[in-house]
Every structure is written in structure tokens, then in C-alpha cells.
């Protein structure tokens, strides 16, 4: 199985992805002078001459005039709406860069693709904002690990996911190294958008675009049922999460997720009476908060430990103790950055509430004016259906309105509480004019 079946819908994109693949092999077959004839190209197959930092594969010089070179390039930015598997598509892509099978780049089943797509490859780094942005300081830190030289891999790949949070000095600290690359590394740069312009002028000029889209529900439920989710299943969660694939599959796994949706859709119909509908509001929130902090506890406590471990904790004599008792601001920097972490995940998934309530006026809006399309909350038709008769599509248009600013007013650092609670108060207001 090829890492590109867990795309969904995505073929123009996985057959660019690749021809880049293929051409890539062919700079690292041109610059080693090797041969692919035995399937595999290894690392064992360098020169000698690359221990003294002459690169085995170059984008710089191996076939710049050829073929090879107008197909594969050393940066890259993927967009395309939330959900739809740019993250997963861009490793995808450092999977086939870094295959081993010479014949079909992204095979899968060799030891670099496993390792890629289980994030444990050394010469691929995935940035991800541990809070809302992604800072200089790290990415300073992640241009110099780029130019190191591969340990075991053909080339040194750096993704940096939701890279529209990079902050201004952030994505300067990086236009430098896009600029002057070493000759042995990739950047693959994802951002959640449709539009590239989310990302500063002359570090988007600098790369070639590839916009992966929305796929359509059936292809986000045959990709569920290869994953090994029922018929009924897959198009069900499909339906629901808006085609969103990440979020299908936390519906398919967990019942708490699911809980929690359903929670939403009753949010949507309780804003007609805003206490209830407050009491709901805040329910979100309190959830959101809950499963933020369940999800970055076990990964800050090992954080936490391996610093203490690095800095020598366990250890014994004096020196040990004295680097230990010296440690406490870098250990305060680290809680810092779970802070922020956790924040960043607790607004994420009230975004993701959010979403799910704006679908749920969009269904009653699409029924009230009979619109011939799929409803997205496949399961809540009655509910909508009465909404949609109770209330003109005007006052549902308002409703998503409403639910969109606030959306905006939580990313703009809004207290998630005092936005949802006003929230509340708006929509109740909006159902009752006329």
C-alpha cells in the first residue's frame, strides 16, 4: 500500500507528488553516479566525499537544466481548507523523498516510509505552534538542524505545519534559508487556507504552490473504509464532519468526540431560550478546555522529564546537582510553551464546535429555502427541518453570521467564555427579529 492511499481524493496532487518523488531520485542518482538497477538507492551508496560536506544529491546543481529540476524543487507550500490532509500530504511527499525503493517512490512498506509516517525518521522535522505562533527562536533553531547533512536519508526535510503562524521575524528567519538552501534540503511548508496569501509575500514567492482541495464525502468514506471503518460508518462520519477528514476519524474512534457533537446540535436549537442555550455555551467550552488538557498531559509530562534528564536529574556528585538546581529557567520556559500548547488545543476544538453549530444553521437555511443540496449533520434532519420551518432565512443567515464573528473574536484572543456567552445572547436576538 503506497503512503499516497491516505490522501482522499487528491490524484492531480499525488501525481505531481510523484514526479517530484521520481525526479528527486534522479538528482541523488546523477550526483552519486549510482545505479538504480538493484531497487534501492542506500545510504551506503555515498561518496566518500561526503563526509567533508560535499552532499550525495543536490537541487542546486544535479539537473538543474533537465527535466528532473522543473518537477522537483527544494521548497514547497501546501494550502487547502482544514481537514482537507495537507499535513498528511506533506508527509506523504518526505515519505517518497525519503523511500528506499528506487522504483516506486512512497512504497509504503520500506523502513524509511514507516518511519516517516510514524514520525520517528531523524532527517525529517515536523514543526508544529505549540502556541499561537510559531516563534524565531525555534525556527533559528530548525534552519540549523536543516543544514546539517542527512544521517540515513536521501535528503533533510523540514515541515512546518500551520506555517500562517509564523510570526514576521519567524518567517524572515526562515526566507533566509528558502534563499540560500543547502543544497541536500526540502521545506515543505503547510498552511490552512485556500489562499496562499496567508503567507508573507517573499517566502510564498519562493516556493512552488500545490492547493490541496476539499475532497468530496465518498472519497473521505472509501479512505475510512480502507481504514477499516463499516460502509455505514464511513459515509456517516463523512457526512458529518463536513469533510473534514481528521475530524471524521476522532468521530469513528471516540465516543467522548461524538458526546460532544451532539451536545452542539442541541446547543443550536436551545439558543432560543438563552439560559439554557448559555448553560450549553459554557458546556463547550468546559470540554474543550477538559480534552486539552487530557491531550497535552501525557505528552508535557515526558517533556518535562526529558529535560530534567538532560540537565541532569538522577544524577550524582555535586556538579549534577548544581546543573540541576541551575535548570529552573529553562524548565519555566517549558511549562510556558505546554501553556501555550494547551491553549492553542483548547481553541481549536472549540473552533471545531463552532463549526459544527454554523453547519447546523446552514442545514436549516439550505431546507428553509430549498436548496437541493446534502445537508452536512445527516442525523439532526428533523431537528433542522423544524428550525428551518420556525424561522425565516433571514434570521438563519444572521445565526451563522453570529457564529462566525465568534469564531473571529476567539482567535483574536477573546475569552472563550465571555465570546460563546454573547454569542448566545446575539443568536436568541437575531431568531426573534424580523
Not at 490532509?85 to 515519505?95: E, N, W
Not at 533559528?140 to 512546518?160: D, L
Not at 501555550?340 to 481553541?347: F, L, Q, S, V
Not at 420551518?389 to 444572521?398: G, K
Request: charged share 25%.
Amino acid at each position: 500500500m503506497s503512503v499516497f492511499d491516505r490522501l482522499a481524493g487528491q490524484e492531480d496532487v499525488v501525481t505531481q507528488l510523484r514526479a517530484a518523488a521520481r525526479a528527486a531520485r534522479a538528482m541523488i542518482v546523477a550526483a552519486d553516479g549510482t545505479s538504480t538497477t538493484g531497487g534501492t538507492v542506500a545510504p551506503a551508496q555515498q561518496s566518500e566525499s561526503t563526509s567533508v560536506g560535499a552532499p550525495t544529491s543536490t537541487l542546486t546543481s544535479a539537473g538543474k537544466t533537465g527535466k528532473a529540476s522543473a518537477e522537483m524543487t527544494h521548497a514547497w507550500l501546501f494550502t487547502g481548507p482544514p481537514g482537507s490532509g495537507r499535513s498528511v500530504a506533506a508527509r506523504c511527499f518526505a515519505a517518497a523523498l525519503q523511500c528506499d525503493n528506487a522504483d516506486e517512490p512512497g512504497c509504503g512498506t520500506c523502513d524509511s516510509c514507516r518511519a516517516v509516517m510514524e514520525d520517528r525518521h531523524p532527517d525529517v522535522t515536523v514543526v508544529r505552534p505549540e502556541g499561537l505562533t510559531i516563534s524565531v527562536k525555534e525556527i533559528r533553531g530548525i534552519v540549523t538542524r536543516a543544514s546539517t547533512f542527512p544521517a540515513t536519508g536521501h535528503w533533510q526535510i523540514v515541515i512546518i505545519e500551520d506555517a500562517d503562524r509564523l510570526t514576521e521575524q519567524a518567517g524572515n528567519a526562515l526566507l533566509k534559508a528558502v534563499e540560500e538552501p543547502p543544497s541536500h534540503t526540502v521545506f515543505i511548508l503547510c498552511a490552512p487556507s485556500d489562499d496562499p496569501q496567508d503567507i508573507m509575500l517573499t517566502l510564498r514567492s519562493r516556493t512552488r504552490h500545490v492547493y490541496i482541495r476539499m475532497p468530496s464525502t465518498d472519497a473521505i468514506a472509501e479512505l475510512l473504509e480502507r481504514e477499516g471503518a463499516s460502509p455505514e460508518q464511513a459515509r456517516w462520519a463523512a457526512a458529518v464532519s463536513g469533510a473534514h477528514i481528521g475530524r471524521a476519524r476522532a468521530l469513528l474512534r471516540s465516543e467522548e468526540a461524538r458526546n460532544r457533537r451532539h451536545r452542539i446540535l442541541e446547543l443550536g436549537q436551545a439558543t432560543m431560550r438563552p439560559g439554557h442555550g448559555y448553560d450549553l455555551a459554557v458546556r463547550m467550552v468546559q470540554d474543550a478546555r477538559a480534552a486539552a488538557v487530557a491531550a497535552n498531559k501525557d505528552i508535557s509530562e515526558q517533556e518535562t522529564e526529558e529535560l530534567r534528564t538532560a540537565l541532569g536529574a538522577g544524577g550524582t556528585g555535586k556538579s549534577a546537582a548544581g546543573a540541576l538546581r541551575g535548570s529552573a529557567g529553562a524548565l519555566k520556559d517549558l511549562a510556558d510553551a505546554q501553556k501555550r500548547r494547551e491553549t492553542r488545543m483548547m481553541r481549536d476544538s472549540i473552533d471545531l464546535s463552532l463549526t459544527d453549530l454554523a453547519t447546523f444553521y446552514r442545514d436549516a437555511l439550505m431546507q428553509a429555502t430549498g436548496a437541493s443540496v446534502e445537508v452536512v449533520h445527516v442525523d439532526a434532519q428533523r431537528a433542522t427541518a423544524a428550525m428551518a420551518r420556525a424561522f425565516s432565512p433571514e434570521a438563519l443567515l444572521r445565526c451563522i453570521d453570529v457564529v462566525m464573528a465568534t469564531r473571529a473574536e476567539i482567535s483574536q484572543n477573546v475569552k472563550p467564555e465571555v465570546a460563546v456567552g454573547g454569542m448566545v445572547a446575539r443568536i436568541s436576538l437575531a431568531l426573534v427579529a424580523r
